[in-house]
């Protein structure tokens, strides 16, 4: 059972009704949904269009005031000082501005959080470097594609070292290979300690990163738990074996066959297709002399701390 301590987000009957102009009811987007995030867990949020994914988002952030219910980010309200400001975000549109260059994006980022001068510069250099953006960082970002305007939203997000930091579809629009960096990316971020909330309509994806989900339709939770409990067929057994004699493999097929009355199916196990693409991609980009374009992500900046105990105490509150 986790202790209250180990909660970095809490949500209780959390409802929100939207009105008319004559505040009479209209939608209940978000109907007395409840769960609870660890540190250091990767939740995933799904559901179809409509479900309450957004609105429960935009709760989470302090955007939307709840109808009804409790939101907890470190035993803090949303609209906390300090819960904004241990709060990264990625939305699911990358609102940029477009005459800026990505160190200047970041840049300004940067500074609506109390970091020096020099904290902003080293932050936002580190950040080009993992991202794979350093020799693009003076171009505008107007001039990115989507999949690199994706990573300069990546790259803001982490700008504060958050603790809980929220994702809404963070692989759209990234080529194969840039989403399975992200996705390193993230799971690296969790073991560090830090709290990621996914929201995507990739569910490999989801399946991939993600320790727990919670699965909504019409405004309530469904489902939720992990990923492992939910998917597991316990109708079915599978058994991997090395590569044997075929002679030894027919001896084997026919024991079983002997003691079950039936004979197992067996085939090769299969690389799933982004493992082979990147596999190949990775192949290939050894036998050449030069990165293309957005190079390749570089290491984890050395400022994402390993949570609240390397957190420099009153360092990282957003500006009033």
Not at 184 to 202: E, W
Request: overall charge neutral.
């Amino acid at each position: 059972m986790m202790k209250q301590t180990d909660l970095t987000v809490e949500v209780e009957g959390l409802t929100k009704v939207f009105r008319d102009f004559w505040m009479r009811p209209r939608i209940v987007a978000v109907d007395g949904i409840s769960f609870k995030i660890a540190r250091g867990e990767v939740f995933g949020l799904l559901g179809p269009n409509g479900s309450g994914k957004s609105t429960t988002l935009k709760m989470l952030l302090g955007l939307l005031y709840p109808t009804g219910g409790r939101i907890s980010i470190l035993g803090r309200p949303p609209q906390d000082g300090y819960a904004r400001a241990i709060t990264g975000y990625m939305p699911e549109e990358s609102y940029l501005y477009k005459y800026l260059t990505a160190r200047e994006t970041l840049m300004f980022y940067a500074s609506l959080f109390n970091t020096t001068a020099a904290q902003r510069t080293e932050r936002v250099e580190q950040l080009l470097e993992m991202m794979g953006l350093q020799h693009s960082a003076d171009r505008r970002v107007g001039e990115f594609s989507k999949g690199m305007t994706r990573k300069v939203a990546l790259a803001q997000a982490l700008i504060n070292d958050p603790e809980l930091l929220i994702l809404d579809e963070p692989t759209s629009g990234l080529d194969p290979v840039a989403c399975r960096q992200v996705k390193d990316l993230v799971i690296t971020l969790a073991k560090r300690g830090k709290t990621i909330i996914l929201a995507s309509h990739l569910l490999a994806d989801v399946e991939d990163i993600c320790s727990k989900i919670a699965i909504l339709y019409d405004g309530r939770v469904h489902v939720e738990g992990t990923v492992s409990e939910m998917l597991q067929d316990h109708k079915h057994l599978s058994i991997t074996l090395d590569s044997v004699e075929p002679a030894v493999l027919e001896s084997v097929l026919a024991d079983i066959k002997r003691h079950t009355g039936r004979r197992p199916e067996v085939r090769h196990p299969a690389y799933t297709l982004e493992d082979f693409f990147v596999d190949v991609v990775a192949r290939a980009r050894n036998t050449e002399a030069t990165l293309p374009a957005g190079g390749q992500h570089g290491t984890i900046a050395s400022f994402l701390s390993h949570g609240t105990e390397d957190r420099a105490s009153g360092s990282q509150g957003r500006r009033q």
